[in-house]
């Protein structure tokens, strides 16, 4: 499958599903037009957004402050705006992973 990035004005938009309490985090796969994400942080107090949030800045070699969570905050699925990278360089920063 191919991963659907929506690219605007602001930023790209990603559609992310996360199943936060896994034992480790990192990319599962595609679900639909989403990436899933295992993440081993708790769905509680907003634990599992930041870990997401850390584990996509890694990955894509950007800051945390890059990364916003448009909606879904206390939803499995996300859509999250990555700044300062185009739909082509998120691309290829994931194309292993996937």
Not at 16 to 30: D, E, L
Not at 49 to 66: G, M, P, R, V
Request: glycine share 8%.
């Amino acid at each position: 499958m191919k991963l659907t990035i929506k690219e605007d004005s602001q930023g790209c938009l990603l559609e992310i599903k996360v199943v936060p309490g896994s034992s480790r985090t990192n990319i599962a796969g595609m679900l639909g037009d989403s990436i899933k994400i295992t993440v081993a942080a708790a769905p509680e107090k907003g634990k599992a957004n930041k870990e997401l949030i850390k584990y996509l800045a890694k990955t894509l070699d950007i800051s945390k402050s890059s990364i916003t969570i448009v909606t879904g905050e206390k939803e499995h699925h996300k859509l999250v705006r990555v700044y300062d990278l185009t739909a082509q360089e998120i691309q290829g920063k994931l194309a292993d992973l996937l």
